[in-house]
């Protein structure tokens, strides 16, 4: 029989490959998030779009991972990761290869259907697998190292993606991208575990225990019985927490796909004349920072053991960013452009403390509905914005085309972009109501009796 010491190391080596698969997961769902930014005028040219039937087909994508977010919650706590995340990956790259493949608009919305079904529950599986395979103190920190991962499918959806579409063609670039996503499904599905009890591995609350001698070596915890989906939700619902929680998320995230998924490289070619690779070159400036502001935050936060004072600074920092995009007299020089680009991504830090602040006010039983129900706001916030960006577009259109894309005025979109700049202050406002929580869970442990474990001395 394995000593503890042993029994330890085992867990604390398998979780990185666990982690790992479901992080190239995750680099898909982000990947797909803002990949139709880089295609924006092949596609309003291929079906004659306007910028709100495109901001339809890009919000597609959010309008069902918002809609999934609180059974995608459901079925992290349930059937688990494993399945949940390999089954969603399959789906997303079925649906890439639909949406490559697309004789029409309404083929092209159902393979965006697809996308947005398979990747709404990538993020979920990964959280709650962290909550079973990480300690509490290295949550932000290994969040902040998922975003990172997640987070380069947004450079690889930026200057790349434009190279790759250049060489093969937007359609092709799609259908090899969906193949892809199959593979990683079914590294999932191998080597992908809910939980290191599965191994045969103690919990990761035991090895919590032990390192602070609240529990003997010797002894294990028995599993609690799950939460019913009725009884998590009237939790969640009931928390004071949830509503802010809710708003702030859903204007972070929101404004920011509006930028980095949908709008930012027309508005780059259209109101700086920059060509494709050029405008790229920008949103990879975002991607960048958004890769940095997940381990950024997430060490910080961790190490200064405080959630709402970082998350107040990335909040403002954003912010700040918008103000100025908007404000600006005239346009922008490109250098500052570059940098405010940078720094919209760079803010993203915010929304994942909101995820952490999700997890350390609910008990750990209903991480995943919690979570879900947090996320469903900024999915929210996606879809939403992208939408209502597009008809002001359309609203302000002057009527002037360029081989069959309508072309938008700086006026229009400064309008546009100043509902991100509001949505985002409203976010702020809601952040101020947050607990500081620090670094730990600051819910009843067992607020629902008759799952309550009994330890085994």
Request: with cysteine; hydrophobic share 55%; net charge positive.
């Amino acid at each position: 029989m394995e000593e503890p010491a042993e029994l330890r190391a085992r867990l604390l080596r398998r979780r990185w490959l666990v982690w790992g698969m479901l992080a190239l997961s995750f680099l898909i769902v982000f990947f797909h998030r803002i990949a139709l930014a880089v295609v924006a005028d092949q596609l309003m040219a291929e079906w004659s779009l306007t910028a709100s039937a495109l901001g339809n087909l890009g919000a597609m994508y959010f309008y069902v991972y918002t809609i999934m977010q609180i059974p995608s919650g459901a079925l992290a706590d349930t059937l688990g990761p494993r399945v949940t995340a390999s089954t969603g990956t399959l789906v997303a790259g079925i649906g890439s290869v639909v949406f490559g493949l697309a004789p029409s608009f309404g083929a092209a919305l159902f393979g965006r259907f697809l996308v947005g079904l398979g990747v709404s529950v990538i993020f979920l599986s990964v959280l709650k697998v962290q909550t079973e395979w990480f300690r509490t103190r290295e949550f932000a920190t290994i969040t902040g190292l998922t975003s990172a991962v997640g987070n380069s499918g947004n450079a690889l959806a930026a200057t790349p993606l434009a190279w790759l579409v250049a060489a093969i063609g937007w359609r092709f670039s799609f259908v090899v991208v969906g193949i892809l996503g199959v593979l990683v499904a079914a590294g999932c599905w191998f080597f992908v575990r809910n939980r290191p009890e599965d191994l045969g591995l103690p919990s990761i609350t035991e090895i919590e225990a032990w390192e602070d001698g609240a529990l003997s070596s010797a002894c294990r915890l028995p599993p609690a019985r799950p939460v019913p989906l009725r009884q998590a939700l009237a939790y969640v619902t009931r928390s004071s927490y949830t509503l802010p929680l809710f708003v702030g998320a859903f204007g972070l995230n929101g404004s920011l796909m509006v930028l980095s998924a949908m709008w930012g490289i027309p508005y780059l070619m259209q109101v700086y004349g920059l060509n494709r690779a050029q405008a790229s070159l920008y949103t990879l400036g975002t991607a960048l920072g958004i890769m940095l502001a997940g381990p950024l935050s997430g060490l910080i936060s961790d190490r200064l053991r405080r959630r709402r004072g970082p998350l107040l600074a990335f909040t403002a920092l954003t912010l700040f960013a918008w103000v100025v995009l908007v404000a600006w007299p005239g346009r922008l020089p490109l250098p500052l452009l570059r940098f405010l680009f940078f720094f919209l991504g760079l803010g993203s830090g915010g929304y994942l403390l909101i995820m952490c602040l999700a997890k350390e006010v609910s008990p750990h039983a209903i991480a995943g509905v919690a979570t879900g129900t947090i996320n469903t706001g900024s999915c929210l916030g996606a879809a939403v914005l992208q939408l209502l960006v597009g008809l002001v577009l359309d609203a302000t259109w002057d009527g002037r085309l360029v081989v069959g894309v309508r072309l938008y005025s700086p006026t229009s979109y400064r309008l546009g972009f100043l509902l991100c700049t509001l949505v985002v202050a409203v976010s702020f406002l809601a952040a101020l109501r947050l607990p500081e929580t620090h670094a730990r869970n600051i819910a009843p442990e067992y607020p629902f009796p008759e799952r309550e474990p009994l330890r085994v001395d």
